[in-house]
């Protein structure tokens, strides 16, 4: 016979169960949580169906990038303190003709793994690598915006029979026309990012602040160029992307390495070979002589040049448009 007390632990052991099989039928169905370094892209309908995170190792490093469209191949370099995600804007425009990679520098975005150097040299070589040598692609037009466009240039001097052409977006070229030393002097922010420590020390403890505070400087009208406007070109989600980025120690640290291998840099742009490919330079409003006296000296093809209407150093941010538009007129050359 079945008495009550028999049923009571049994009917208890079923209704736990039960529980259990519900709470893992619902954990299942879930949606899965985005992984960081899809967290700005994760509902974005542009993004879905033409573009898609990859990494790939190269020399010890986690090389994150993102890659998209067809046609000819467009490498894309960001700069400081930005990440592939600089170039978004502009992306799923080129992605209509050419197929896009925009990646994260070696130490920077969602790159994992710290380089050999963050001098621009050492770093096109990473990038080379990737491109050429895992992704075999060796005819990349090559754009580059703030050091990136530096590191663009290295790999075109490197690499020339890599590079069908060169983008050099808004830098003033670390090399003959401009020494470190003077470099350091061009603003407060290249100065203070140069100091072993101090910048970590100060800008760890509120990232976002931080960010928040220097976008606006070097827009359209921002006190870099002389204005006083305090408007930034960036929404609050890119803020918080590359705030999600810039936020991690080692992250941080190799943004401000990036200024740190100025003297360097100059070094290696003075013993480079000129770059002698069709070349593409974009600068800020009003900006576009100066800098061409930087790049002139070491690029020999400038076929394209323009000063991008109503924007301050953010090119992509401040007159996509414009940008998309120069730089497939460009590469339809």
Not at 49 to 66: I, K, L, S
């Amino acid at each position: 016979m079945i008495t009550a007390s028999r049923l009571v632990p049994r009917s208890v052991a079923a209704l736990a169960l039960s529980l259990l099989l519900t709470i893992g039928t619902v954990a299942c169905s879930a949606p899965p949580a985005a992984a960081p370094y899809a967290a700005a892209t994760q509902n974005d309908p542009a993004f879905q169906g033409t573009f898609r995170h990859e990494f790939a190792d190269v020399n010890g490093v986690r090389m994150h990038y993102v890659t998209g469209g067809s046609g000819s191949p467009v490498v894309l370099i960001h700069g400081w303190p930005q990440t592939w995600y600089g170039w978004w804007p502009v992306m799923p425009a080129l992605a209509k003709h050419h197929t896009v990679y925009a990646i994260d520098l070696p130490g920077l975005g969602d790159s994992t793994g710290a380089p050999s150097g963050y001098d621009k040299a050492t770093l096109a070589r990473y990038v080379h690598t990737l491109i050429a040598d895992r992704l075999k692609i060796r005819d990349a037009a090559v754009i580059g915006h703030d050091f990136g466009a530096a590191v663009a240039f290295q790999y075109a001097s490197q690499f020339p029979g890599d590079t069908a052409r060169l983008g050099y977006f808004d830098l003033p070229l670390p090399g003959p026309a401009i020494n470190a030393a003077t470099y350091r002097t061009l603003s407060w922010h290249i100065a203070f990012h140069s100091q072993r420590r101090v910048p970590e020390a100060v800008v760890g403890d509120d990232v976002r602040e931080y960010l928040s505070l220097f976008y606006p400087q070097v827009s359209f009208g921002g006190t870099a160029f002389g204005g006083t406007s305090d408007k930034s070109p960036f929404t609050d989600a890119e803020v918080n992307e590359y705030t999600r980025t810039y936020s991690q120690p080692a992250v941080l640290s190799g943004g401000f390495e990036l200024y740190r291998a100025l003297d360097k840099d100059v070094r290696d742009t003075v013993a480079a070979a000129p770059v002698r490919v069709p070349t593409l330079l974009l600068t800020a409003q009003g900006q576009l002589d100066a800098i061409r006296a930087t790049v002139a000296p070491r690029v020999t093809d400038i076929v394209q040049a323009a000063d991008v209407p109503h924007a301050g150093h953010w090119l992509v941010e401040e007159n996509p448009q414009f940008v998309a538009g120069e730089v497939e007129r460009f590469l339809n050359r």
